[in-house]
């Protein structure tokens, strides 16, 4: 579904502070499997996972998405595969304070042009299933981290993409709520949705749902297991 090959990706290019963040990277994601990043702190995944991604472009190598060479698309393609395909959810829920959990969970599928009493319907359908029914009209700024962590769930749904990427999502997740974004995860695999991870978290990268785990240091792949 997703493929690199021989993807880099340098900062600071040309200056004494040039660092190579992904070195030479060859990977294939698998449709609807659970694909999770691991390593320490500086190994590249979060670099990594913003390429497969789409919102960052390698300094060399290619990208293909669906058998179709992305890696130069102008930006305004890219932006518009990323809403079209991607679900993010992020370590911080992103949030947009002074507005409401509704509104917040609506705001990506604003640019698509879509009725917006067709989309407020799936908005409140998605609440819905993750109990947030309740919270619709409160602004964000009132949720607990957990309830705001459910809600950037719900947004990153919106558009029903094929694709979700998770950079560290539990990270600020306590035991329980940890295991219940794993049931979410495990629902979105049943529907048929590809879902790409960054963890350290063993709760993640060791659970019955994760079909593979692919392990970077320094940049690059050192190994993988299933």
């Known amino acids: 579904m997703i493929e690199l090959l021989n993807v880099k990706k340098v900062f600071n290019a040309g200056n004494s502070s ?3 963040a992904i070195n030479g990277v060859n990977l294939d994601i698998g449709e609807n499997k659970v694909t999770v990043l691991k390593g320490p702190s500086g190994s ?7 390429i497969l991604a789409c919102m960052s472009r390698p300094t060399a190598g290619r990208v293909r998405l669906n058998g179709r060479e992305i890696t130069s698309l102008p930006e305004r393609f890219l932006t518009d595969i990323r809403r079209k395909t991607f679900g993010f959810i992020f370590q911080q829920p992103n949030l947009i304070n002074g507005i409401s959990v509704l509104e917040n969970v609506m705001l990506p599928a604003y640019p ?6 067709h989309l407020k319907t799936r908005a409140l359908d998605g609440l819905s ?8 009209a409160s602004r964000v700024e009132w949720l607990s981290g957990g309830e705001a962590q459910r809600v950037s769930i719900v947004r990153a749904l919106i558009n029903n993409p094929s694709i979700i990427i998770a950079d560290e999502p539990t990270a600020h997740l306590d035991t329980k709520l940890s295991y219940r974004f794993l049931e979410i ?27 593979r785990v692919v392990n970077l240091r320094d940049g690059k792949i050192e190994g993988e297991s299933a």
């Open 18 to 20: 040039e660092f190579m």
């Open 44 to 50: 590249g995944k979060t670099t990594l996972l913003s």
């Open 112 to 117: 698509l042009g879509e009725k917006r009493r």
């Open 129 to 136: 299933e993750l109990n947030l029914t309740d919270k619709a």
């Open 185 to 211: 995860i495990e629902k979105f695999k049943t529907e048929g949705k590809t879902i790409i991870i960054t963890s350290h978290d063993p709760l993640v990268y060791d659970a019955a749902i994760v079909d």
